[in-house]
């Protein structure tokens, strides 16, 4: 929200729908080496290509790949400023990383690249991602790896024709060791799921194309964990976190439906917000 | 002119032996494009993903990300048109290994319009990081892997199957990067790529015979398209550059030699024969390369409309022409 301040607009809502999620894979579920990344993110390194030899993804941040080591891959790449926020509680990356977001020359992009912090993809399309993460668990399978492949999807994803290409594939391979955290905050673009293509009943759906489903709510860390620790039955398992894109900060509902981007239309509204966020959520109040 | 079948089938599944990084991802057209064989001899290695193009494009990425290299086969089409955003983010932009083999180029099936991968290369050129390959017979079939393989990065191979001929002797091997100067001359140059080379050769010895001296060069590398050779071939004509492709004109080869003649200040007349800016149909491929102008015939044309008279060459002279291996003229060091 800070941030949402300071550049009149963000990603504010997907803060509110994944923070436990994503703590709760960081600091409790995954399985990741120690940062091997600079606290402070370089500048941007150019990108991929024959000559670009001194180029590394922002996968650095979870830690040197290993035999076995846990991989992590969020796909909607504009949750960019809630995987660096979490980066920052779970000590991987400084957080003065942050006044580079959305700067020039800057990796901490907007709408997080392979070499953003955190990212080891090109996931901006949507729905490449998870195909990616099956082809790696097979691969890994392949090699003998032990390893899990954690995923972090988006509900607006299951829209996607590919997405469901990957389920089909998941299930076929049997490729169990894929674990996909889903954001059903039932939120898109323009509005709500519901009225835009509607993904329900998206557990049958998916148990249907032969994976798992099972519905936690997406603000208790427990029963995020507690998913993770379920004995495998030979399908790829998918979470669906049952969230709220208002969580934590009431005031949100106001702008139903529309919460994908929150921008500030008004001086007087961007005033409320930050009145709101002194009293409520500013480091200074925490300590009081 | 010897005629080989299925070459592809048995060389791969001869060159994979002692290559276990390499694995093979098929769209259910494992028999139609040649890797049955392989499956057969490696069943480990080999994945069915399903007619979902998309999802083994980015799944591909996926494996080369832990060290494999997917070898991708299928037709064309569902490569650089149903997955062109998965082999732009999931693979090209990461600079990634994965190998796509499109078959059915151009023409060359009586599929139609669905089928046929007329604008290929345009699009796989224009991606970032990308290598582009077309084989033109059985020797580079044979020989294209090890540089398929020891070129960094995602390769795009526009590939033939079933009958193919044997337009190049088996000792001189497909190589990135260097066109064959298949004949020496300072009229015409003739530059010409995949089933168009043979087509080429049909008339070349003909025209030749009418006193005119044709400069022919074969290109198998679409991109990078960089090589002293192709430079040195269209500097030289004196009547001008003739570029003759089973594809559209626009963004493929008869492109590549225009930008090459611009970009170097070289002011020649350039005719682009190819698809000329139009979907074809369902056809057999005589028929089809006769009536988009793609034949031997439409070569001759062009060439009596640059020399402005007719060179009395009929249909019957072409159709007796018989077409051997030919040596490249020109050693690449020496170019």
Known sequence: MEHTLASNGGYLSQACCAAEILATLYLKIMRLGPSAAAAIPGPFPGVPGPHNEAYVTGGQYHGIIDRTSDRFYLSPAHYALVLYAALIEAGRMAPEGLAQFNKDGSTVEMIGAEHSPGFSMMGGALAQTLSQAAGIALARRLKGEEGRVWVFLSDGEFQEGQTWEALASLAFYRLDRVTVYVDVNGQQCDGETKNVMTTEPLGKRIESFGCKALTVDGHDPVALNNAAELPSDGRALFVLCQTDPCRGIPLLNERRPKLHYVRFTSAEERERYATWYREHLAPESAED | ?335
């Open chain 2, 1 to 335: 002119m010897e005629i080989l079948t299925k070459v592809h089938a048995g060389n791969l599944v001869r060159w994979a032996k002692d290559k276990p990084q390499v694995v093979v991802l098929s769209a259910d057209l494992t028999g139609s494009v040649e890797i049955a064989e392989f499956q057969a001899a490696y069943p480990d290695r080999f994945f069915s993903m399903g007619i979902a193009e998309q999802n083994m494009v980015s799944f591909a990425a996926g494996l080369a990300r832990e060290g494999f290299v997917p070898f991708i086969h299928t037709f064309a089409v569902f490569i650089y048109r149903q997955a062109l955003n998965q082999v732009t983010s999931s693979v090209a932009y990461s600079f990634l290994p994965v190998k796509m083999f499109g078959f059915l180029p151009g023409i060359t099936t009586p599929g139609g319009a669905t089928h046929q991968a007329i604008d290929d290369v345009a699009v796989m050129r224009a991606v970032p990081n990308m290598t582009v390959f077309e084989t033109a017979d059985a020797t580079e079939i044979e020989s294209i892997l090890d540089p398929v393989l020891s070129t960094s990065g995602p390769v795009y191979v526009r590939m033939l199957r079933g009958e193919v001929p044997r337009l190049f002797p088996r000792e001189e091997p497909f190589r990135p990067g260097v066109p064959r100067v298949l004949s020496m001359g300072d009229d015409i140059t003739l530059i010409t790529a995949g089933i168009c080379t043979e087509e080429a050769m049909r008339a070349t010895s003909a025209i030749a015979k009418r006193g005119l001296s044709i400069h022919h060069v074969h290109v198998s590398t679409h991109k990078p398209f960089v090589s002293p050779a192709l430079l040195d071939a269209v500097s030289r004509p004196r009547l001008g550059v003739i570029t003759m492709e089973n594809h559209t004109v626009i963004g493929g080869l008869g492109s590549e030699v225009a930008e090459l003649l611009a970009e170097n200040g070289i002011g020649k007349k350039l005719i682009r024969i190819g698809l000329q800016d139009t979907f074809a149909h369902g056809g057999s491929r005589p028929y089809l390369m006769k009536k988009y102008g793609l034949d031997a015939m439409a070569l001759v044309q062009r060439v009596e409309g640059l020399v402005r008279g007719s060179l009395g060459i009929s249909e019957a002279d072409l159709a007796s022409v018989r077409i051997e291996a030919v040596h490249s003229l020109a050693k690449a060091e020496a170019l």
